[in-house]
């Protein structure tokens, strides 16, 4: 069964921080890029940060660049994002996604059009 799923969400208090996991099962292919994307309530969903095989290109969103932290470990098909200094306005449901393209240009690389796999996600909620 082909799969991305997510853990470590959670309720933190603003200044916080959180460690999220996606672990990829069942592909028949590797996912070239990854990336973790937010829906907050009553928004559209966006790119958060991106990450290219072998760790050699990351690409993060201005509102979480200084604070968040995206790797993988290829041999535990794990992706994880690292999240510091928490912010009320970080509160929404984060997805991990995955894409079999090799290379994507700057703008590609936060797109949800980019990617063709997906998790169900898991809720991070920032408390003030």
């Known amino acids: 069964q082909v799969q991305l799923v997510e853990s470590g969400g959670g309720s933190v208090q603003a200044g916080g921080s959180l460690r999220l996991s996606c672990v990829a099962s069942?592909?028949?292919?590797?996912?070239?890029?990854m990336a973790w994307f937010r829906q907050a309530p009553g928004k559209e969903r966006e790119g958060v940060a991106a990450i290219s095989d072998s760790s050699t290109i990351t690409a993060y969103a201005d509102s979480v660049k200084g604070r968040f932290t995206i790797s993988r470990d290829d041999a535990k098909n794990t992706l994880y994002l690292q999240m510091n200094s928490l912010k009320p306005e970080d509160t929404a449901m984060y997805y991990c996604?995955?894409?079999?393209?090799?290379?994507?240009?700057?703008?590609?690389?936060?797109?949800?059009?980019?990617?063709?796999?997906w998790g169900q996600g898991t809720q991070v909620t920032v408390s003030s």
């Open positions: 069942g592909f028949p292919y590797k996912m070239h890029y």
């Open positions: 996604a995955g894409g079999p393209q090799f290379s994507l240009t700057a703008i590609q690389r936060l797109r949800d059009i980019s990617y063709n796999q």
